[in-house]
């Protein structure tokens, strides 16, 4: 995940992808997904699958929103969306909420 998440700078260096995928550095909101308060759980595993989850701490340090890449909804535009409003919520729905 740490190694995942380090391509977002490489990614965000170039201002055309940065475009492209809606990574942004600095106050940004959804769609864009801010690359200093952002980090990977779970990335596609093949090149141009373009399917990532992450962790938006822009909303709460200590429990984050989940979004998602979506290239789907309107097509050929990239966007951000919240899976859910926090981490612990996302842990619940895949019943992995250890109480």
Do not use: K
């Not at 596609?44 to 984050?64: K, S």
């Amino acid at each position: 995940m740490e190694c995942q998440s380090s391509s977002l700078d490489h990614l965000a260096a170039d201002d055309e992808t940065a475009r492209l995928f809606r990574l942004a550095r600095g106050p940004a909101d959804l769609p864009w997904l801010d690359i200093g308060n952002a980090f990977f759980i779970a990335v596609c595993h093949y090149a141009g699958d373009d399917t990532a989850i992450a962790l938006d701490h822009r909303t709460d340090p200590a429990d984050p929103r989940v979004v998602g890449s979506d290239l789907w909804t309107v097509p050929g535009q990239y966007q951000w969306r919240t899976i859910t409003d926090t981490f612990s919520a996302f842990a619940v729905a895949l019943g992995l909420d250890p109480s």
